[in-house]
């Protein structure tokens, strides 16, 4: 009975893990349409990051470990899918700097989901900022800081404000 049990629970989180893998690709799909002056009029390049609900989400739901895997997972398919090589660097030193932070933020008990996906926006653009001054060898770069954390302040709400909704749904999925 017991390993009946284990089995179920097993293959829900398989399914969930392939549900958040396809969410985030549609997510980034849907990204893809959005025209980039919509969303770039300050700084060059600057995307929503609707995919980084995948992550809000197991962070809350599946925990530290699985949203980890999940991240690397989401920025190496959708890298490979929508980018490049050289995105997938810039999106992974972005993406681990913005996991560690909201990962700290989460730990501590203090903060709101909200509150840590605007961390997580703007310490993501920071990462981004940091890799492209190692590349460029330029520190001019971080002149941008300031615009991208008004910009990952919004989009990091967006993003808590939808990752908390999705966030209720699995876990009701998760608790039956």
Request: proline residues 2%.
């Given at each position: 009975?017991?390993q009946?049990?284990n089995?179920q629970a097993?293959?829900?989180r398989l399914?969930?893990y392939g549900?958040?893998i396809?969410?985030?690709?549609?997510l980034?799909?849907v990204e893809t349409l959005i025209?980039?002056a919509a969303?770039?009029?300050f700084?060059p390049?600057?995307k929503i990051?609707l995919a980084?609900?995948?992550?809000?989400?197991?962070?809350?739901?599946?925990?530290?470990?699985d949203a980890?895997?999940?991240?690397l997972i989401r920025?190496?398919?959708?890298?490979?899918t929508?980018?490049?090589?050289?995105?997938?660097?810039?999106?992974?030193?972005g993406?681990?700097?913005s996991?560690?932070?909201?990962l700290?933020l989460?730990?501590?008990?203090?903060?709101s989901?909200v509150?840590v996906?605007?961390?997580?926006g703007?310490f993501h653009?920071v990462?981004?900022?940091?890799?492209?001054a190692?590349?460029?060898?330029?520190?001019?770069?971080?002149g941008?800081?300031?615009v991208l954390?008004v910009s990952?302040?919004?989009?990091?709400?967006?993003?808590g404000?939808?990752?908390?909704e999705?966030?209720k749904?699995?876990r009701?999925?998760?608790?039956?």
């Amino acid at each position: 009975m017991n390993q009946n049990k284990n089995n179920q629970a097993m293959v829900k989180r398989l399914c969930l893990y392939g549900l958040l893998i396809a969410l985030a690709f549609v997510l980034s799909y849907v990204e893809t349409l959005i025209p980039v002056a919509a969303v770039s009029f300050f700084v060059p390049g600057m995307k929503i990051g609707l995919a980084n609900i995948v992550v809000m989400v197991a962070l809350y739901t599946l925990g530290a470990r699985d949203a980890f895997i999940l991240s690397l997972i989401r920025i190496f398919l959708v890298g490979l899918t929508f980018g490049n090589t050289v995105s997938m660097v810039y999106s992974l030193s972005g993406g681990l700097l913005s996991y560690i932070v909201m990962l700290l933020l989460k730990l501590t008990g203090k903060f709101s989901m909200v509150t840590v996906s605007i961390a997580g926006g703007i310490f993501h653009n920071v990462g981004q900022i940091l890799m492209a001054a190692l590349v460029l060898e330029n520190a001019g770069v971080m002149g941008y800081i300031p615009v991208l954390a008004v910009s990952g302040t919004v989009t990091g709400l967006l993003i808590g404000l939808l990752g908390g909704e999705v966030a209720k749904r699995v876990r009701r999925v998760l608790s039956r």
